[in-house]
């Protein structure tokens, strides 16, 4: 049912924004395009911290009213109106719908795959007592385990396979919980949560840090050993904190938590297909740079395989989560359309900086890509902002003003690790919300808490450097 309260505050400030003089809105040149997309934005934003619909039809809703408003097939009133303007301001529709065939979604359903067989052939179960085993029965101690294995893969392998595979190991761990036990909640969002914060300990481990090498050459150059000594301790400190709350928020009913610890792998041609796929991709997630086949490459290989086998069939596609894969494509349409219209750059140079100091200014950039990467690509937003950075770290650089450039850079690239809100945020907090055992109010008070504090750990760093 539609929370028609919910629903009309969102829709009156869409129209707000939609409907208010161009003058009034504080962007430099903003054009009639990048006027409708923000009130889409902003929409967009209600509707998935609200929830006064499923998140997924608001992913709909976006890829909508992107079409109609500002494509070049869209309604022939709102078409003209841009095109007096400038007609080449216009999206084409094919790039809108491009979301739905993006490369993320198909690591979607290659993860989706590896998840159906596994529990298929109880893959999942047996790698839960193998790997969780040695961090016992209570469920803080299974969740610190469980946050520590997914950590420890995120920093070398993507953060989203590794989520892929925590949540096909914690499956059957959740089974050995009652269904109203607010724990379970508190053990789902350690997947995404340890993989979000994971992925900065290395410079391999997230893209925005790979973004932020690019910038850091010659004397201000940053070893793997060195981007590690000043990332591992802020990953730590920030699981450490993230267990805790987890603890606090979602605490365990339980004393123990029983995993099926009487399973045992079965060994039928069918199941060794599943145990070596799954191995196989896995290692090829691991060892992108061997054979030069990235992770959205190497997740169509598990669903070929899976399908052709009969492992999976017509039945076990129908358990996919669509619903998850729609709310993905309205995450992806959004972000692309932000940055082909140049409405994110517009936002990302709507600050004056020149009257700031150093240390406000690591603050500014640092927010600014935390909020933008709660809506948009982590991986686009440092893409947008790190240019700004390296320009006002040259800049402060040659002045006299910044010691170290390197610290502008880093602070930046981790901060864009810090967009972790919302289910469309990161590919680890869709998966996490495709199992159905969370929602996102759930997740937006564990996210909004840990990425905040993430961030002030970051600006105190900075501060002190500064």
């Given amino acids: 049912m539609i929370e028609w309260k919910k629903m009309l505050v969102c829709l009156v400030c869409f129209g ?195 973004i932020a090498l690019q910038y850091l050459v010659g004397e201000n150059a940053v070893s793997f050993g060195t981007w590690m000594a000043f990332a591992i301790p802020f990953v730590v400190v920030l699981l450490t904190f993230g267990w805790v709350l987890l603890q606090k928020l979602f605490p365990a009913k339980t004393d123990k938590v029983q995993v099926n610890i009487n399973s045992k792998f079965r060994r039928s041609p069918q199941a060794w297909i599943v145990y070596v796929t799954f191995a196989a991709t896995i290692l090829l997630w691991l060892t992108t740079k061997l054979h030069g086949m990235n992770a959205y490459v190497v997740a169509i290989l598990p669903l070929t395989v899976f399908t052709m086998t009969r492992i999976i069939t017509k039945e076990d596609l129908r358990k996919f989560n669509w619903d998850v894969i729609w709310l993905v494509a309205g995450g992806i349409a959004i972000g692309a359309a932000l940055e082909n219209t140049g ?69 930046v690239a981790m901060s864009a690790s810090m967009g972790m809100v919302l289910p469309v945020s990161t590919p680890p907090n869709a998966l996490a919300y495709a199992s159905g055992k969370i929602t996102t109010g759930d997740m937006a008070k564990v996210g909004i808490i840990i990425s905040s504090t993430g961030i002030l750990i970051l600006l105190g760093v900075a501060k002190l450097i500064s």
């Fill in 16 to 210: 707000a924004v939609l409907l208010m003089p161009a003058d009034w809105i504080p962007l430099a040149g903003i054009n009639i395009v990048q006027q409708r997309l923000l009130a889409i934005f902003v929409l967009a934003a209600l509707l998935w911290v609200l929830e006064p619909i499923p998140v997924f039809a608001t992913s709909l809703l976006i890829i909508t009213l992107l079409l109609t408003l500002i494509s070049n097939q869209g309604l022939a009133p709102a078409i003209s109106a841009i095109e007096q303007q400038d007609p080449s301001l216009l999206l084409h529709y094919k790039s809108i719908f491009a979301a739905f065939s993006s490369p993320i979604i198909i690591l979607f359903l290659g993860g989706f795959a590896l998840a159906v067989a596994a529990t298929k052939y109880e893959l999942d179960i047996n790698l839960a007592r193998v790997l969780l085993k040695p961090f016992g029965t209570q469920p803080r101690n299974v969740m610190l385990g469980l946050m520590l294995i997914t950590a420890i893969f995120s920093m070398f392998m993507s953060n989203t396979a590794t989520t892929v595979m925590m949540l096909a190991i914690l499956a059957p761990v959740l089974q050995g919980l009652p269904d109203e036990d607010p724990g379970i909640r508190g053990l789902v969002l350690a997947v995404p949560v340890a993989a979000n914060i994971g992925g900065i300990g290395t410079p391999i481990g997230t893209p925005p840090n790979a």
């Fill in 343 to 411: 409405l994110a750059s517009a936002l990302a140079h709507g600050v004056d900086y020149s009257v700031m100091t150093v240390f406000w200014i690591i603050v500014t950039l640092s927010i600014l890509c935390w909020m933008m990467a709660n809506f948009m690509s982590n991986t686009a937003t440092a893409n947008l902002l790190m240019p700004i950075a390296a320009a006002m770290a040259t800049t402060l650089s040659s002045s006299g003003q910044l010691e170290d450039t390197r610290v502008l850079l880093v602070i």
